[in-house]
């Protein structure tokens, strides 16, 4: 019988027979793996050995890619030294240079540059367009569109892409459609279940949970992933063991992490909606039947002085990620979408105002109590 979720996300890792028999998979601390004689050596290429050299394989790496694919419900994965590399070697898996792809306006900052400032220059057609109109999006389609990217959960507003409608437009026009999953991570959310091809998490996020590794999966069906597995081969994009040890160890304790968080994120967004005059607050609804995620996103407005409410955060950090077991702050304007033009910021609606909330795993009264005192000192 298929396992549930909860139970995936704990048992994942592939058993190497080896003779102590630790109970945790052992980290392989290896640039390459030894071989008895030629024959043996040769067995690696016709399918009796499973490794050979690390940037080509590592069972620490090969753990976190099947054990997220496993989650999302997909057919293979890999891991990537980062969430960035596993978007390029997704884009490069779909899309030849001098084709063309459709993302939308309200991206990552990071993915943002990279479309702008690295794919074009190296000849790949990019479409930005306001993912809200479908129609537009599909008049966006051209002849050589290869790729339509989207994310499941946009940063910083938090809005849920329909990723139903893309996979129809996609499908139309036989369209690779690849999702960063990031915000939601695969508890929440499993774009790969409705129809998307790819499917990228930055594991420096949820997946690892801590706040202490960067690392990337990228996962989708057995010929995409074959392709890029080569891909970053080629470009050395690979994960070292011990980072992919440290994620493996994160995606265990995900469920309740993301259970606890969400809960939490649930009764700051209401507290701040019913408890204080912030001009915005924006938290998903109906996002899943397990809770809306634990990211919450507001707009201060003009009732408190922003540099003062961070001034006042106490023992709340800010700092430019996401999704530890600590509740951070950060601010979108100046960090990650610094690189965006101010004029898609405001059409999208970050404003001088807008502060992003990773709500952790702490009590929800400390939490609420901590942001209650800061918006007290910073009132106008
Ligand atoms: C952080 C992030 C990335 C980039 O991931 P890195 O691990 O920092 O390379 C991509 N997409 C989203 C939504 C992110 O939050």
Known sequence: MEKKFDTKAVHFQKGDGEKNKSKTKPIYQTSSFAFQDLEDMESYFTGGKDHLYTRYSNPNTDDLGNGTA????????????????AILAGILTAVSPGEHMIVPLDLYGGTYQLFQQELQEWGFQVSVVDFTDKEALEAAVKEDTRLLYAESVTNPLLRRENIGELNRIAEKHDLTLMIDNTFPSPYFLQPYAEGADLVIHSATKYIGGHSDVSAGVLVGTGE?????????????ANLSPFEAWLACRGLKTLSVRMARQGGNAAELAGWFQKHTSAAAVYYPQNLSEKGNGAMVSVDLGEAYDVNTFFQSLDWIKIVPTLAGVETTVSYPLNTSHRAIPDTIRQKLGITAGTVRISVGIEDKDDIIAAFAAALEQAAR
């Open 70 to 85: 496993r989650l999302e419900g997909a057919p293979a994965g890999v891991a990537t030294s980062s969430g960035m590399s």
């Open 224 to 236: 995409l992933i074959a392709k890029a597995k080569k891909r970053i081969i080629n470009i050395g």
